[in-house]
């Protein structure tokens, strides 16, 4: 077989295997480019996901088969606000931001927001990062993000490829006039989700770093691990009931150092 005659058949053989790999999308799903394409993502579970085997699982593979990054989540919520004020501020990460919203309702309104998405690795928060950070136009932005890909979500990644995804965010941050909030990640001696990874080692690493790196760029650095973990690298049991996301006992420690955090994030230049 002719050099020529053996790349054409690596490349067909390669479209075939990314042609099967691409997830199914639904019969009643816009393909393409749509003027709505959030109008048939279920950003809620449907009647027939709750009567799978698998509710959950089966929700997530339609949500994320039409929208990665999910930015339908808050799509209809960020349409809704009234317009940005000097002191917006966003909260911007994945579910350990969620759960404040549920646990900590008072503290987020039109000026404070809440927009984590549970699950979410650092990939997905760039992809959303416009839609639901800069387009609110925020004073400040709040960034908590790195657990779920240590966690490997998404697959393997490696601590550069993380850092990388911080930092991309931070630098469109201040490139819109954003002041910057790094938070460090919290503690974890295990996921339950993930029980084969030791994130001990890993987290400590990137904490290094986030300080580290908020140093340099001058922003402000939040450090939620100090005040939550056991000694050990694991939660304090009485902060969080699985040992990964903090409960109401842990909001409230982590509260007063981020209403610190905005307030010296705002009275930087």
Same mark, same amino acid.
């Given at each position: 077989?002719?050099?020529?005659?053996?790349?054409?058949?690596?490349?067909?053989?390669?479209?075939?295997?990314?042609?099967?790999?691409?997830?199914?999308?639904?019969?009643?799903?816009?393909?393409?480019?749509?003027?709505?394409?959030?109008?048939?993502?279920?950003?809620?579970?449907?009647?027939?996901?709750?009567?799978?085997?698998?509710?959950?699982?089966?929700?997530?593979?339609?949500?994320?088969?039409?929208?990665?990054?999910?930015?339908?989540?808050?799509?209809?919520?960020?349409?809704?606000?009234?317009?940005?004020?000097?002191?917006?501020?966003?909260?911007?990460?994945?579910?350990?931001?969620?759960?404040?919203?549920?646990?900590?309702?008072?503290?987020?309104?039109?000026?404070?927001?809440?927009?984590?998405?549970?699950?979410?690795?650092? !990939?997905? @928060?760039?992809?959303?990062? *416009? %839609?639901?950070?800069?387009?609110? &136009?925020?004073?400040? =932005?709040?960034?908590? $993000?790195?657990?779920?890909?240590?966690?490997?979500?998404?697959?393997?990644?490696?601590?550069?490829?993380?850092?990388?995804?911080?930092?991309?965010?931070?630098?469109?941050?201040?490139?819109?006039?954003?002041?910057?909030?790094?938070?460090?990640?919290?503690?974890?001696?295990?996921?339950?989700?993930?029980?084969?990874?030791?994130?001990?080692?890993?987290? !400590?690493? @990137?904490?290094?770093?986030? *300080? %580290?790196?908020?140093?340099?760029? &001058?922003?402000?650095? =939040?450090?939620?691990? $100090?005040?939550?973990?056991?000694?050990?690298?694991?939660?304090?049991?009485?902060?969080?009931?699985?040992?990964?996301?903090?409960?109401?006992?842990?909001?409230?420690?982590?509260?007063?150092?981020?209403?610190?955090?905005?307030?010296?994030?705002?009275?930087?230049?």
């Amino acid at each position: 077989m002719r050099h020529s005659d053996i790349t054409t058949a690596a490349l067909v053989c390669a479209l075939a295997l990314a042609s099967a790999a691409t997830p199914a999308i639904a019969d009643d799903a816009d393909v393409g480019v749509s003027d709505q394409p959030c109008r048939n993502v279920p950003v809620q579970p449907t009647a027939a996901h709750q009567a799978s085997a698998d509710p959950y699982q089966s929700w997530m593979h339609d949500w994320l088969s039409r929208d990665w990054g999910q930015l339908c989540r808050y799509q209809q919520a960020n349409a809704a606000l009234p317009p940005a004020t000097r002191t917006r501020a966003v909260f911007f990460g994945d579910s350990l931001t969620d759960n404040w919203q549920n646990l900590q309702p008072d503290f987020f309104g039109p000026q404070q927001l809440d927009r984590g998405i549970s699950g979410q690795t650092t !990939a997905q @928060m760039l992809v959303r990062f *416009r %839609a639901d950070v800069l387009d609110l &136009h925020p004073a400040v =932005v709040h960034i908590l $993000a790195g657990t779920n890909d240590i966690a490997g979500n998404n697959g393997p990644t490696s601590l550069a490829i993380i850092q990388g995804n911080i930092t991309s965010m931070a630098e469109q941050a201040r490139a819109h006039g954003a002041r910057v909030i790094i938070a460090s990640i919290l503690p974890a001696a295990r996921f339950g989700w993930r029980p084969q990874v030791d994130p001990v080692a890993a987290i !400590a690493a @990137m904490n290094a770093w986030l *300080r %580290a790196y908020a140093a340099r760029e &001058h922003f402000v650095y =939040v450090d939620y691990f $100090a005040v939550l973990e056991d000694g050990h690298g694991a939660f304090k049991p009485s902060l969080a009931d699985d040992g990964v996301h903090p409960n109401v006992a842990g909001y409230a420690v982590m509260r007063p150092l981020a209403e610190a955090a905005v307030r010296q994030a705002l009275a930087q230049r």
